[in-house]
């Protein structure tokens, strides 16, 4: 592979985790509507949960933003075992377009910033809807040169579409693009299907910014 002409970053699990974690922000949300619920028991339901919604959705975290929410209405009945009211899916759903409900991994600064001291393009390409441009803005995470969610596109990662998508907003080929994110099938895929190359960030230990130093300074 030649030299590397943008950078592209996964968001959720990549640059930020939930906190203080997806059954602590389930439980408190849920309690503002009467629904008390142990916070350590949603979140051992939760992986199950969405793994569960999104072996059965076409498109995995939504189609577009309406089916977005759907599919989360889906994966929030599956963690709290039945149906909720809507008016309290969608305060469970909107919790998360919030800051405050995210930290940032170790590193995502300082990888952030690095890209942008080579005057490289930076994108975000994340499987997420709507929610993601306001997030990134209230974690004062940009600027970017494209945002490219999933429900823009209509397809969800592993499927490469994303990805050219933001290749194209950006004017790179593929090829010349680097792309840095948590999930070995969901961005790893992606780049193996679209010949991107793709960097692994473990969120428990932080961006490897070292290795991602040394990938942008090759020829």
């Not at 991994?105 to 390409?125: F, K, T, Y």
């Not at 907003?169 to 999930?183: E, F, M, Q």
Request: hydrophobic share 50%; with cysteine; glycine share 8%.
């Amino acid at each position: 592979m030649g030299a590397v002409a943008a950078v592209s970053f996964d968001a959720a699990g990549t640059l930020f985790v939930p906190h203080p974690s997806v059954g602590d922000i389930y439980a408190e949300v849920a309690a503002r509507h009467g629904i008390v619920r142990d916070a350590s028991e949603l979140e051992g339901r939760f992986r199950p949960a969405f793994a569960r919604a999104q072996a059965r959705w076409k498109v995995p975290y939504g189609a577009d933003d309406s089916d977005a929410l759907t599919f989360w209405a889906e994966v929030i009945s599956g963690t709290f075992d039945e149906p909720l009211p809507y008016e309290t899916v969608c305060d469970l759903y909107d919790a998360f377009a919030s800051g405050a409900r995210w930290r940032l991994v170790c590193g995502a600064r300082d990888a952030l910033a690095l890209v942008r001291s080579r005057g490289l393009p930076l994108a975000i390409v994340s499987n997420f809807d709507c929610r993601l441009v306001a997030l990134i803005a209230d974690l004062d995470l940009g600027p970017f040169a494209a945002v490219v969610p999933s429900t823009a596109i209509g397809r969800a990662k592993p499927d490469p579409a994303v990805l050219i998508e933001a290749c194209r907003r950006l004017g790179v080929a593929p090829a010349a693009t680097l792309h840095v994110g948590d999930s070995e099938r969901e961005d790893g895929g992606m780049c193996a299907a679209a010949g991107a190359r793709w960097l692994r960030v473990d969120p428990a230990v932080g961006i490897p910014l070292d290795e991602l130093s040394a990938i942008l300074t090759l020829p």
